[in-house]
């Protein structure tokens, strides 16, 4: 049992590439989530996605776009990469859509875009 | 803005020193509360948490306590170890839905 799975771990990107983040859950979890990581900001809702085939915008979702491919995966695509994209990326699900439910983490894709 | 507000770090200890970290949270209605540890390169990871008013979430050694009519959650642990230097994030759950509210964490590094 994986947990969450995050590819890759570091990336570095040139201004105007594109790239997608893989997340993969083998929880069976329903609800996925894609946070960035920036230095005194905490961790910011980019997307999420509440069940296999929804996706809803979070706090910051300019610039992203996301799929939820399957109930496993669920990716990060960035079109015309920034340098304010900088950052660290976590994918996180959780089991049922109560408020009372934990968020497990993957280990994190550190991105910087020259 | 961010409804979740807790200590500026960086806070340093020495090893068996008593630790309490901050948190207090703006909200409608009751939200979970939660506090999740982030070692250093790793992933954020649930440390306690507490679903209403008056509970108290526990794990190694940590405790905090949901206070309703202060609106916080702090953290606190007697007597801190080298192992618990961490990033530790103050976070609730947001409308009544499994999405989170983050506070911006605050950096604990414990010196032997």
């Known amino acids: 049992n994986a947990g969450v799975t995050q590819t890759p771990k570091f990336q570095v990107l040139k201004t105007g590439q594109s790239m997608t983040l893989q997340c993969a859950q083998d929880m069976n979890h329903n609800s996925m989530y894609w946070y960035r990581q920036d230095p005194g900001m905490g961790l910011r809702l980019i997307y999420y996605?509440?069940?296999?085939?929804?996706?809803d915008k979070g706090e910051v979702p300019n610039g992203y776009n996301v799929s939820r491919l399957n109930k496993r995966e669920f990716s990060l695509r960035l079109e015309s990469a920034a340098p304010s994209q900088t950052s660290v990326y976590f994918c996180a699900s959780t089991r049922i859509r109560q408020d009372t439910d934990t968020q497990y983490f993957g280990p994190g894709t550190r991105l910087t875009v020259l | 803005g961010n409804s979740v507000t807790q200590m500026e770090g960086p806070v340093t200890l020495s090893e068996e020193a008593f630790l309490t970290i901050n948190c207090t949270y703006t909200a409608t209605g009751y939200p979970s509360l939660f506090w999740y540890v982030q070692y250093p390169g790793e992933g954020l990871q649930l440390l306690l948490k507490a679903t209403k008013a008056d509970d108290k979430g526990s794990n190694k050694g940590f405790e905090a306590t949901y206070r309703k009519e202060t609106t916080s959650f702090h953290l606190e642990k007697g007597s801190v170890q080298v192992s618990d230097s961490a990033v530790y994030f103050c976070a609730r759950s947001q409308g009544g839905s499994e999405k989170l509210v983050f506070g911006k964490g605050t950096k604990l590094t414990v010196n032997p």
């Open positions: 996605s509440a069940s296999e085939g929804t996706t």
